[in-house]
């Protein structure tokens, strides 16, 4: 017995039972490609009516049907069933249902191999314009809590120990920047994706003549696939994006780390509002940085989806599998949780306070004005190595007594090597060591303020890209 719903009936006596239905299906997960499926489809049959294929009358019916269908799936009104097997086949037993032959004609010279290719490909490049949305959003944030901290002085690390001073705004942007190329990878994604594959049917072409020139113009693609097994086989796009997702969640990660630890009554860098915090069920007194900590717990799981997927694609013959079914669900996923974790970090940082005076007094521990020390006695001539075990010397002494550098007396100083001067005291001052630092991308003052300028004209370049690829609708 034939089930109708199935596509390929006529060579089969017997159709799946329920089991092996749900196993099968993808329509849980890839319902969420009506839109793409219905545009696809729409140029597609088009295309076909232009080329004298179909009718006209034909490519108006399917056209006016899909529309139909459409509306109802975004008003609600549509209802999936799993015996359709995935999204692409639902529609088009919908469409048939509706409009009656002449939806049996929409499948002509094409195959589900291409059509879920176009409509995956059209799914990654909103998903890839989106997430730039995001990330930009983020930038802006970052760029701003630089430019309106631009004077405060904070402890940089090394090995999460005290080294050096620095800007609070030269700790943003270093944020900015990574955020920068995690906007270059979803560029690339874009453009990986901006491919269109439909008119390679099956594995190798398809006997009738197509113009998928023109399908691929209307469909805003920049260029047609040049192979047809390659065309219905490549998921490389997807994983440009899954990685492009994994490498800013681990920038996002970073990030909220450095929230976690500068909100705690140890660091108290900052303050995070209480709408971006939580409280304990048991201590009163609690207020948990939650949502840093899941940002930075689902990083894993986007590194999870990066590997689903490549294991995945690993060791697939040509063409297609039905493997390649399972590259949906590690992409939208990765997706769902980069956006998310996006829109989190910039609700955290748009409204938590920075602590300047916490941060400078910070800044003053640590023996942080060592190397500028050193670099105080090789510019008079030291040997840096001999002047480095000096200043180590120095350090070792005050941390036995409790002191700090800009405690000692040049006396002291001069004690320790004769070549120290008076102005060894203006060495240690720690404005004076964040200011010395003036080497392109240095943290002194002026070098901040051209790389905000630098970081502002990046995102203008890279919001310009986005309106002109075309804003994804909110």
Not at 215 to 231: C, M, Q, R, T
Not at 343 to 351: S, V
Not at 367 to 376: E, P, S
């Amino acid at each position: 017995m034939s089930d109708a719903r199935t596509p390929w009936s006529g060579r089969f006596e017997h159709t799946p039972g329920e089991f092996q239905q749900a196993f099968g299906a993808s329509l849980p997960v890839d319902k969420r490609l009506y839109a793409e499926d219905i545009a696809g489809s729409i140029a597609h049959a088009r295309m076909l009516a232009d080329r004298g294929i179909i009718s006209g009358a034909d490519a108006t019916s399917i056209e006016e049907g899909l529309l139909g269908i459409l509306k109802d799936i975004e008003c609600g009104a549509f209802t999936f069933s799993i015996a359709d097997e995935d999204v692409h086949m639902a529609i088009e037993a919908e469409l048939t249902r509706r409009i009656g032959d002449a939806g049996k004609r929409l499948h002509t010279g094409r195959s589900r191999n291409d059509q879920v290719a176009t409509a995956t490909r059209l799914a990654a490049r909103r998903s890839s314009l989106e997430l730039a949305g995001r990330v930009n959003a983020l930038r802006e944030t970052l760029l701003h809590l630089a430019e309106s901290n631009r004077d405060v002085v904070m402890p940089g690390y090394t090995h999460l120990q005290k080294a050096q001073p620095v800007l609070f705004a030269h700790h943003m942007l270093a944020y900015s920047w990574m955020l920068a190329r995690d906007l270059d990878r979803l560029k690339g994604a874009y453009a990986s994706s901006d491919v269109m594959p439909l008119g390679s049917a099956a594995l190798a072409g398809t006997t009738f003549p197509l113009d998928r020139e023109a399908v691929a113009a209307e469909l805003g693609f920049g260029s047609i696939s040049p192979n047809s097994l390659d065309a219905v086989s490549d998921r490389d796009f997807l994983a440009d994006l899954v990685y492009a997702c994994t490498l800013g969640m681990v920038h996002l990660s970073r990030l909220a780390e450095e929230l976690i630890l500068w909100s705690s009554e140890e660091f108290g860098f900052i303050t995070l509002d209480d709408s971006w915090s939580t409280g304990s069920s048991i201590m009163p007194q609690k207020k948990n940085p939650d949502f840093a900590e899941l940002v930075r717990g689902k990083t894993g799981r986007v590194l999870g989806d990066l590997t689903a997927l490549l294991v995945t694609l690993k060791g697939l013959p040509l063409a297609y599998n039905k493997d390649m079914q399972e590259d949906k669900e590690p992409t939208f996923d990765a997706v769902d949780t980069y956006g998310a974790a996006l829109h989190a970090m910039t609700g955290m940082l748009a409204t938590m306070r920075v602590n300047a005076e916490r941060m400078r007094s910070g800044a003053r521990g640590g023996f942080m004005a060592a190397t500028d020390l050193a670099d105080h006695l090789a510019e008079r001539g030291v040997p840096f190595r001999e002047a480095h075990e000096i200043v180590g010397k120095l350090v070792l002494m005050c941390e036995r007594e409790g002191r700090t550098l800009q405690d000692l007396t040049v006396e002291e100083l001069r004690a320790a090597s004769p070549v120290f001067d008076q102005k060894a005291l203006d060495a240690v001052d720690i404005d004076a060591v964040v200011a010395r630092r003036t080497t392109p991308g240095g943290t002194a003052p002026e070098r901040v303020a051209e790389q905000m300028t630098a970081a502002r004209e990046a995102l203008e370049r890279d919001d310009a890209w986005i309106e002109q690829c075309g804003s994804p609708e909110e």
